[in-house]
Nanobody
Framework: QLQLVESGGGLVQPGGSLRLSCAASGRTLDYYAIGWFRQAPGKEREGVSCISSSGASRSYADSVKGRFTISKDNAKNTVVLQMNSLKPEDTANYYC????????????????WGQGTQVTVSS
């Protein structure tokens, strides 16, 4: 059974940066596409970014393009979401998710989910 654990959330001022990590255990991520999603109170869950199983292909939501970068280290079984130039509207609970598929889609179904890490952007 694949298990995912997110870390790296916290409180940051607008314009600041955070680095979220998604650590996997139980199975290797070599064969899994990984997505990062977020959900703010009262809002629907939103796909933020995803990366293919090999790490060669990435997708980003328009709202985070140019500010967020996703990367995958299969040797460390970890996926990182680097978030720069954070805005108050980025405030949400961030989740990583995995699916046994080569390609990634922000709108596709994912089978394994972490518990989430809270990101709060506020002055």
């Amino acid at each position: 059974q694949l298990q995912l654990v997110e870390s790296g959330g916290g409180l940051v001022q607008p314009g600041g940066s955070l680095r979220l990590s998604c650590a996997a255990s139980g199975r290797t991520l070599d064969y899994y596409a990984i997505g990062w999603f977020r959900q703010a109170p009262g809002k629907e869950r939103e796909g933020v970014s995803c990366i293919s199983s090999s790490g060669a292909s990435r997708s980003y939501a328009d709202s985070v393009k140019g500010r967020f970068t996703i990367s995958k280290d299969n040797a460390k079984n970890t996926v990182v979401l680097q978030m720069n130039s954070l805005k108050p509207e980025d405030t949400a609970n961030y989740y990583c998710a995995a699916v046994a598929r080569i390609y990634c889609l922000l709108t596709a179904e994912y089978d394994y989910w972490g518990q989430g890490t809270q990101v709060t952007v506020s002055s």
